[in-house]
DNA sequence: TTGTGACTATAAGTCCGTC
DNA sequence: TGACGGACTTATAGTCACA
């Protein structure tokens, strides 16, 4: 269980369940739309103070971004 | 709702819960001591890979120190 | 619309202390 | 044992051009 994937993967799916392109959440969340795309290709290590950005963009809460499906 | 500061409280309130001093979670965990007394004080925003670590070394899952108590 | 390599700036994280 | 500071190194933040 390694929470960069875990995290990666919800991202993906709850903007996708949303309807939301990579460039649209990284507009709403204020980062940039390489970053949205790196850590749902678990190519980065995020820091807490984004990972609230994007769950407050997505509109879940935080824990549950990192709850393994 | 602050995750730096949720996280920070639970991170706190699981090591006193196993009695462990911040040393000895900092050593657990393979982090630094001031480092474990920074982020219960909320004075980091702590990067993913780290959070797992505190999570293996307070023995609960991750999600669970994102919860608000 | 998304993936990718490359890059600089800034924040994360370490280590030395003292109180 | 834990709060706090200063100086330092390393990882992440943040952006771009191009595929």
């Given at each position: 269980?390694?929470?960069?994937?875990v995290f990666g993967s919800n991202v993906r799916y709850y903007r996708e369940q949303k309807g939301l392109s990579q460039e649209k959440l990284a507009e709403m969340s204020g980062l940039h739309r390489?970053?949205?795309?790196d850590l749902e290709r678990f190519q980065r290590s995020?820091?807490?103070?984004?990972v609230q950005k994007i769950a407050d963009a997505l509109e879940v809460e935080t824990h549950v971004l990192f709850i393994e499906k």
């Open positions: 269980m390694d929470i960069i994937r390489t970053y949205i795309s995020i820091s807490l103070s984004n």
